[in-house]
Every structure is written in C-alpha cells, then in structure tokens.
C-alpha cells in the first residue's frame, strides 16, 4: 500500500467541501471505468446523503448495472466539484464541459502526468482505478455499501484480467478483501461481467483470427466498420472484445487491434507480453499501462505507422 494518506484527506476534505459533485470517466469504458465511476458514486451516496451526486459520461455495453447516466447538462458544471476517475487524459474524455467544474480531483492508475486538476493521485503500479478507489474509502473511514462492493470488485476484475495482469500485488489482494468484507459477492459479480455471446460476435472472433497478420514478432488486424455492421457489433465491443485472441500467438511480442468506427476514427488496443509499449499509444495521443495500452486515430490510414512504431520498438 502506497502512503496516499495526505491526498486521501484532501480529497475527503474537498468532497465534504461541495453540494454538488459529478464522476466522470473515459469514454468507451471498460469495466473498470464502470466500476470505478458507479463504486465511488454509490459510496458517496451513502456517506453523504445531502449532497446531489451526479454520473456522466458515454455508455455500452459493459454497463454491467444497466444503470443510465445522469442527463448532466453544461450549467450543472458550474460550482460543482468535478471527480475524473480511471483517466487522465483530455483526449479520452468524452466531454470538455470539465473544465467549467470549480475544482477538479482526478483518480487514477495510468501513467500520466496531467496539465490540469487541483487535487491529483495516480497510482501506475495499481491494478486498476477501482483497487484506488477502494483505498481510498477503507483509508477515510468511510461506509461501503454492497452495491459498491460489487462495482468495484467488479472493475477489479477487469483490469487485472481476474487478478492475472502484472499491476496484482498484494494490496489488490487486501483491497479486494476490504470488497468482500463489504458483501461484494463473487458469483453475481461474474455473471454480471460474463454474458452469453451473439452470433455476430462469435463471427467477429472468427474475422479476428482468419484475417490477421504476424511480422516481426507483432500481430495486428483491422475490423472495418462494415465488417462490424454486417455482424451488429458496436465499435467498443469489437475492439475490447476480441484484443485478447491473439495474446498466445506464437512467436508474438506484442499485438494490436484496428477497429473502424461509424466516422472513420479508430479504435487502438495494444497488449504486450513482456516489452512496455505505452509509449507508442501516446505517440498517437493515447495512453495507458507498459504493457495495455490504447488510443484513437482520425483514420486507418496511419495503420502502417502505427504498426511500424510497435515492430520498432518490439525489436
């Protein structure tokens, strides 16, 4: 466990200092994302009943509590404490209204150093941004409530790969113990996060691995967009959905997934076995951890570049 103490107490403080808070996240979120926003929302909910308590952001179908978000509107910014959990970044925020927040706190476990936010914790070496969040409410004393139990169990789950990934230490472990003391329950919590697969996406699975390509040491594949549409399968789906089919390739270092949106955008999930690739995502204006990692490019016309940097630096 870090000695995040002091900047726990601050950013105690600062809660207890506004009546109007909003969580925000990235977009396209994930399960940790998800955890984190609605593991802290409804934690706060509990602890601080008079506060009016907002969530926003995108939304798809890791939505595990089918939960919509808040219809957060541009004025609703305006004197309210604004909570960014599991990002740092502008660019993968989906809303620019932050900036109108009057103060800023940003929770996070990506490696970054942010230009903006007044109260700032980053913690790389977590398995998550849900494992922080935990921390942070266990630290300060402050009531968990089952339903938060479960998101943040949850998100936990997820961005360690089921406590798989290289960020699991043995505070992932403690904090995942404070979860269960608080009545996260194991079996509902993966049913939620396990859910029976289309035939669409069972396609797309099969898409993946007839069509992608392996050179020196790096694998890659492109879905266009009509390959998605054909199937019914959203742009968030395909990408996150399918980056993990080629992470026991043989002789492969490093692989990364080009999913085409609607606009012509693309999606960019990277993984690594063992050689930090994060630099190359925030080449492109993403970010991430050294060995998952991700970002969004305006075409896929700078496929081939991107896929240069990578052999680069895998070789």
Request: charged share 30%.
């Amino acid at each position: 466990m870090e000695n995040n103490k002091k900047v726990f107490n601050e950013i105690l403080q600062t809660i207890k200092d506004y009546k109007k808070i909003i969580i925000i996240r990235h977009k396209g979120p994930d399960y940790d994302a998800y955890g984190s926003q609605f593991g802290l929302y409804y934690a706060l909910k509990e602890n601080f009943k008079d506060k009016e308590i907002l969530i926003a952001g995108d939304d798809n179908a890791n939505n595990f509590y089918n939960r919509p978000m808040d219809d957060v509107k541009e004025e609703d910014y305006n004197g309210a404490l604004l909570i960014l959990v599991d990002q740092s970044s502008v660019g993968m925020l989906n809303d620019l209204n932050y900036r109108l927040a009057d103060k800023i706190i940003i929770m996070d476990h990506h490696e970054s150093n942010p230009d903006f936010g007044d109260v700032i914790i980053i913690t790389p070496t977590y398995s998550s941004a849900a494992e922080l969040i935990t921390e942070f409410l266990y630290e300060t004393n402050l009531t968990i409530p089952k339903v938060s139990a479960d998101a943040l169990y949850i998100g936990m789950v997820g961005d360690s790969n089921r406590f798989f990934y290289k960020g699991t230490t043995s505070n992932t472990f403690l904090m995942a113990k404070v979860l269960l003391d608080a009545g996260a329950d194991i079996i509902t919590d993966y049913k939620l996060m396990v859910k029976d697969e289309s035939e669409g996406f069972k396609k797309i699975k099969g898409y993946v691995l007839e069509n992608f390509t392996l050179n020196n040491k790096v694998a890659s594949v492109v879905i266009p967009k009509e390959i998605r549409n054909k199937y019914g399968i959203t742009d968030a789906q395909a990408s996150r959905g399918t980056i993990n089919m080629l992470a026991t390739l043989e002789n492969c270092e490093a692989w990364v997934n080009f999913t085409e949106k609607d606009d012509g955008e693309a999606f960019v999930e990277i993984r690594s076995k063992e050689i930090p690739v994060v630099d190359v995502a925030k080449s492109f204006g993403g970010g991430g951890h050294e060995l998952a990692c991700g970002a969004t490019i305006a075409t896929l016309d700078l496929k081939d570049e991107f896929v240069r940097r990578l052999e680069e630096k895998v070789n």
